[in-house]
């Protein structure tokens, strides 16, 4: 993850250095560019990491790729019921998208995030470790009904931070550290805080190209968390939700296989991979991908033999054959068609914001986001009023879970969907208004 914050130009200064008679000018002509905009009755939507139409299009062979052979590598007809835990050529490909082999993979329905839900909700009520493994049971016999609690890297996917809330699962906020040799989630304060509380039961992890901040994990960090269960207890999972591993927009950035480094450690009962093609082919009918322990695996599928006969094995089939020998090619495309948005955003930030002193950013090199970090006490108010001139971003602290960011500085950029026009309008009112809001709180702030 590499981070640009602003610098004072000379000759223009940081807004705080400015005068109060200049930031009241300033402010004038600001407000009367963003009263222009918002006449304008503009509609932009940078909300939600989506593919756009043109990367869609990059599968449309899918439809009819089969030519009626619904037949697998191993004789299986995939119009029928079984194979509960995917086809043969799936598990091959949710092995490269995750680095486990293939016979630790379940290859699942068009959602991860389902697995990702089905995997806590067992391990919580049942136990992926044997039924006294339970967490359910730790918290409510030793601990008083205490809370299971989890770890959660911010800022961080929203929608991991939603399934702790609905199981009732406690979070605990980690910051990354951007030490460039050790990037990721700060692991001595993890591995401080389950040394101290056994009620802490799991990490979630986006080990590469991190939603929002775009960080890659380093080597040090994934061996620090393969070797994490070792020291926090037999029951502690670890969430790696690896849905960016062949999502490079700028340049590759390699990451360590947590699954070799926790087959070193003996701990490999304790992590859970994830992965789909959702952002790869058809993002509403991909398949999902989890790879886990064989012992593991198989205790969760005896608890989703309740809840379905099988998944979409054509669908399977078909995402499989697309892909096979063709995956780095097709995500080459993929690139080729989002990196002029990616570009046009570092571009906006940086001639828009680098003089003022008054934000950072992220640079990633691949994944689906920018991270924007304002002064704090303003990312509500931004997007606020980035709404109002037509531009909707991902709500203010959707970043962190409860959807409270404690500092109200941080601001999800999603510039895959849009059109790059779009982007580059959508950016510019972005821009306005941290401007903006930021000279307004500094002339109420001042004397």
């Known amino acids: 993850m590499r981070t640009d914050k602003g610098t004072t130009d000379v000759g223009a200064g940081a807004l705080a250095e400015r005068s109060s008679a200049q930031l009241k000018v300033l402010e004038r002509n600001l407000s009367a560019r963003y009263h222009q905009i918002q006449a304008a009755g503009l509609s932009l939507d940078l909300t939600r990491g ?81 039924t006294d493994s339970a967490w359910q049971y ?71 190209f991190s939603n929002p901040t775009g960080c890659t994990y ?47 450690a003996g701990t490999r009962p304790n992590i859970l991979t994830f992965s789909s093609t959702s952002k790869i082919t058809f993002a509403g009918s991909g398949v999902g991908f989890m790879g886990a322990e064989e012992s593991v695996l198989n205790n969760f599928l005896s608890h989703l033999q309740f809840q379905t006969i099988g998944y979409d094995k054509v669908n399977q089939l078909r995402n499989a054959r697309f892909l096979k020998n063709n995956l780095q090619q097709h995500m080459a495309k993929h690139a080729k068609l989002i990196k002029p948005k990616f570009t046009a955003v570092q571009e906006a930030l940086s001639s ?8 950072r950013w992220t640079h990633p090199n691949g994944g689906y986001f920018v991270s924007l970090d304002v002064t704090p006490g303003l990312a509500k108010r931004v997007v606020k009023m980035a709404a109002e001139a037509g531009v909707v971003l991902t709500p203010a602290g959707a970043t962190y879970p409860y959807g409270v960011d404690p500092s109200d500085h941080n601001i999800r950029i999603a510039p895959t969907y849009p059109s790059l026009e779009e982007v580059e309008s959508a950016m510019e009112i972005l821009i306005l208004c941290v401007r903006l809001t930021s000279v307004q709180q500094i002339l109420t702030s001042s004397p």
């Open 50 to 130: 989506k593919p756009c139409p043109k990367q869609l299009d990059l599968s449309a062979e899918l439809d009819g790729f089969l030519s009626g052979d619904y037949k697998t590598l191993d004789g299986q007809d995939c119009r029928n019921y079984g194979g509960l835990s995917g086809i043969p050529e799936a598990k091959s490909l949710g092995a490269e998208l995750m680095q486990v082999p293939a016979e630790n993979v379940l290859a699942g329905g068009n959602s991860s995030l389902t697995l990702m839900f089905q995997s806590l909700q067992f391990a919580m009520q049942k136990g992926l470790w044997g």
């Open 138 to 208: 730790e918290s409510s016999t030793e601990h008083n009904g205490a809370k299971i609690k989890f770890l959660c890297p911010v800022p961080g996917y929203d929608r991991h931070f939603a399934i702790c809330e609905s199981l009732g699962i406690e979070m605990i906020n980690i910051p990354f550290t951007e030490q460039s040799s050790s990037s990721g989630p700060d692991m001595q304060k993890i591995y401080s805080l389950v040394a101290q509380d056994p009620l802490i039961k799991g990490i979630w992890c986006v080990p590469k």
């Open 218 to 264: 380093s080597d040090d960090a994934v061996e620090k968390l393969a070797n994490l269960p070792i020291h926090a207890g037999r029951n502690f999972l670890v969430m790696w939700d690896n849905a960016y591993s062949v999502h490079s927009v700028m340049q590759d950035e390699p990451l360590t296989s947590i699954f070799d480094a926790a087959s070193k």
């Open 352 to 359: 828009g914001l680098s003089e003022d002193d008054i934000a």
